[in-house]
């Protein structure tokens, strides 16, 4: 296999030198390529491209602002190579990540893969509270970290791979953002095309988001959820109403508080602690630990209105996605 790296950039060369910085130092002894799309930043990376054009075999684009699924597409359809492999560019890799990659595609090939995110010690404190958040089985970012099913996984972009074959057939991306990555799984399932987790293929990914963007971004992901649903019926999960559940008893939890019931609000303070508790040890930091709730009931409030509010619009109202949240679609 030959490997093209895809990287969609906006507005991000400090982030842009240390992911090429990391890829450059890949343990992997084979030639592969790194296509840089630059999706009509007004603050350009050439300058940091130029700087590694000799250490790896780089290729750079400079296109008008389309969004980045579009701009994956737009890079894989100038890439060389045989399967892509898609990198958000807040990204650092292991240097075994690419070793990682080709020895699992060897042990069992599959069309379309994904790997978990990391956090690196040099990562701020919120990084890390985000990060575990967004990766925990005790949140919904479970999935991310990897306990979703392996062998029907969804993978998600910041860290996914792509055949040739798959990507041609599929057409790649669509033009809504967030919620291309599980659109594009599950039109690969429809083709035929098998996707999986590759749990040792992992990413620090380094998420340039404080607790206030971490809000918007997550409420955009509830948002998209309805809109996949009512797009693939079949795939929808109970689960995804659970931040929205969780919200709801809480408010629950609180008015029977107030009239003198208080087991409801306990079991909710214990699963707060037990959180603060997970993400202290698993960071080896209290404060990390207390960080991690505030990152988790942000996630959860901002994902649980944006799916109330996506559901009454999409499937109660039956208003058109496009036109009930056009800020979730890019035009091509």
């Known amino acids: 296999m030959y490997f093209s790296f895809i990287i969609p950039v906006y507005n991000r060369p400090d982030e842009v030198e240390e992911l090429l910085k990391s890829i450059a130092e890949q343990d992997y002894h084979e030639d592969f390529e790194v296509v840089i799309v630059e999706d009509g930043s007004t603050i350009p990376c050439l300058d940091v491209v130029k700087k590694y054009e000799g250490k ?8 008008p602002n389309s969004g980045p699924g ?3 597409n737009f890079g894989m359809k100038q890439a060389m190579g045989s399967y892509f492999l898609i990198l958000d560019s807040d990204c650092i890799l292991p240097e075994n990540y690419l ?18 995110d990391n956090a690196l010690d040099s990562f701020s404190s919120v990084q890390k509270a985000i990060n575990f958040t967004m990766t925990s089985f005790l949140t919904t970012g479970g999935v991310r970290g990897g306990s979703e099913k392996i062998g029907k996984f969804q993978p998600r972009s910041f860290n996914m791979g792509l055949s040739k074959k798959a990507f041609e057939a599929s057409g790649g991306f669509g033009n809504i953002h967030p919620g291309e990555d599980p659109d594009l799984s599950i039109r690969l399932w429809k083709l035929g095309f098998k996707t999986k987790l590759f749990k040792d293929s992992y990413v620090f990914h380094k998420r340039r988001i404080d607790f206030g963007k971490f809000y918007k971004q997550v409420n955009k992901f509830g948002k998209a959820r309805p809109i996949l649903d009512s797009w693939y019926p079949k795939h929808s999960k109970i689960t995804f109403w659970f ?7 809480f408010v629950i939890s609180i008015i029977l508080l107030l009239l003198g019931f208080s087991l409801p609000v306990k079991v909710y303070a ?10 202290a040890t698993e960071n080896m930091n209290p404060w990390i630990g207390f960080l991690s709730v505030f990152a988790a009931i942000f996630q959860f409030v901002g994902y649980g209105v944006g799916f109330l509010q996506s559901f009454i619009k999409i499937k ?17």
Not at 56 to 63: M, T
Not at 316 to 332: R, S
Request: charged residues 25%.
């Open 56 to 63: 790896i075999f780089i290729s750079y684009f400079n296109k």
């Open 70 to 72: 579009d701009s994956r």
């Open 99 to 116: 070793s990682s990659v080709d020895k699992n595609l060897k042990k069992e090939f599959v069309d379309c893969f994904g790997g978990p």
């Open 243 to 249: 931040p929205t559940l969780f919200l709801f008893g």
């Open 270 to 279: 214990a699963y707060f602690i037990l959180l603060f508790w997970i993400g």
């Open 316 to 332: 109660i109202k039956k208003q058109q996605p496009e036109t009930a949240f056009p800020e979730l679609f890019f035009k091509k």
